[in-house]
């Protein structure tokens, strides 16, 4: 079992930016790779980005550029770094945690709202 724990959240301008932060509990954290997740409202959730415990980076097209995953593993947490923000960034984030054994197998974070004004 993995506890994840989203913060960081909040309401900022287009162009303004916003770093989240997931920590994890309850399980050895390099054997999980991380990812953040979006959902808007009527939308599908979507992958944003992704960090192996490598660190081999995966990021959608839609943030490519503009947000920056990190993970530190001594700490148990992942970051985004979320610069140059789109009124169509809006949405709740979630952290994930997907084992390397079993993909599915897998936790979520209960989410974090971050609302982008134009």
């Known amino acids: 079992q993995v506890q994840l724990v989203e913060s960081g959240g909040g309401l900022v301008q287009a162009g303004g930016s916003l770093r989240l932060s997931c920590a994890a509990s309850?399980?050895?954290?390099?054997?999980?790779?991380m990812g953040w997740y979006r959902q808007a409202p009527g939308k599908q959730r979507e992958l944003v980005a992704s960090?192996?415990?490598?660190?081999?980076?995966n990021y959608s097209d839609s943030v490519k550029g503009r947000f920056t995953i990190s993970r530190d593993n001594a700490k148990n947490t992942v970051s985004l770094e979320m610069n140059s923000l789109k009124p169509e960034d809006t949405a709740v984030y979630y952290c994930?945690?997907?084992?390397?054994?079993?993909?599915?197998?897998?936790?979520w974070g209960q989410g974090t709202q971050v609302t982008v004004s134009s």
């Open positions: 309850g399980s050895i954290f390099s054997r999980y790779v």
């Open positions: 960090i192996t415990n490598g660190g081999i980076t």
């Open positions: 994930k945690a997907t084992s390397i054994f079993a993909t599915t197998t897998a936790y």
